[in-house]
């Protein structure tokens, strides 16, 4: 109703002050461990990071965190669930897995020492029976490879 104020009467105010806007800017994360009892920790705030950090660090402590967006008159949508125990189990097994492989890439770099240390000894012979050859006479042969001499060629043909 348009009803006109006498010119008399002050101005009056609503008797309350609050906002009656819904808010649709609010967040809240709560955080469920599994095999916990009693209320599960609420963090409401208005801010998007703050409401994922908290998430995040309930979940590295174990949690299931769960983000919701309010959408108005107390009513609340899922944004993102964050399980906790399912990342733990993941990251342990990443480092197993990189345990492992350091584990294999140890083994393969002691059998590349074993078989160098092989292969320095074999070479080591090898000049050793070089060596030897060296200080032993030299055995006249023909072109042929056959030992011409008279007391190592035995009868003539």
Known sequence: MNRRKHPDQPHRRRATATDRTPNVRGYRVTGRWPGATGRAPIVSTRDKRVARRAARDMAT??????IEQHTGHGAWRMVQVIDGPAQQRTAREATEAAAREQRLTDDQTAQAARRERAL???AERHLD???RLMVR???????????SARHTAGGRR
């Open 137 to 147: 006479p030299p055995v006249a042969r023909t072109a042929t490879g056959r030992p």
């Open 120 to 122: 320095d000894a074999q």
């Open 61 to 66: 402590r174990g949690a299931v965190a769960t």
């Open 129 to 131: 029976e070089a060596a």
